[in-house]
């Protein structure tokens, strides 16, 4: 009979453990994942916040995942469906997606090692679709456009005062 491989390099314990000693067990977990195993199926008992930590960055994995798919698409020159939820990165030329994905990616892989929080991810990705609103914006299109009509500043006249 082969032995069950830690999942999590957690603790393995039997159903009828966790029964007989579930305090011992608990606070086991509050240091890290145990694995429950029942017959054949394998449980895990962590921390409510650990399970939110994990689902939340692989939601975060899978945006970037999907935002990387629709970038190789784009420079591959693949039609995008115009119902993607990335359909404003057409806006941008082949060398600025690449910058995109890069900037995109290292921005996510400093938020999985924690070094910045996940939120920064979205704020990234947000600052990109600001910046295809604005190269497809007719009125910003016509700002730059304008031909410049500079003036220079003149030096300021100093009024003087006299003193009575």
């Not at 145990?34 to 399970?51: G, K, S």
């Not at 994990?54 to 999907?66: E, I, S, Y």
């Not at 914006?137 to 006299?162: D, H, I, K």
């Amino acid at each position: 009979m082969a032995t069950a491989q830690p999942v999590f390099d957690d603790v393995i314990v039997s159903a009828t453990a966790l029964n007989r000693r579930s305090g011992e067990i608990l606070d086991r977990a509050l240091e890290k994942c145990v694995t429950i195993m029942r017959n054949d199926q394998a449980f895990v008992l962590l921390r409510r916040e650990q399970a939110a930590e994990m689902t939340n960055l692989l939601r975060c994995a899978q945006r970037v995942l999907d935002l990387v798919h629709a970038i190789d698409r784009v420079r591959s020159t693949a039609p995008l469906d115009p119902a993607n939820e990335f359909e404003w990165i057409t806006a941008f030329p082949s060398n600025d997606l690449k910058n995109m994905a890069e900037e995109v990616y290292e921005i996510y892989a400093r938020a999985r090692s924690g070094e910045v929080p996940l939120d920064e991810v979205d704020a990234v990705i947000h600052e990109w679709q600001e910046s295809a609103w604005a190269v497809r914006s007719p009125y910003v299109r016509v700002a730059f456009e304008a031909v410049a009509n500079e003036v220079p500043l003149t030096e300021p006249v100093l009024a003087t005062t006299t003193r009575e």
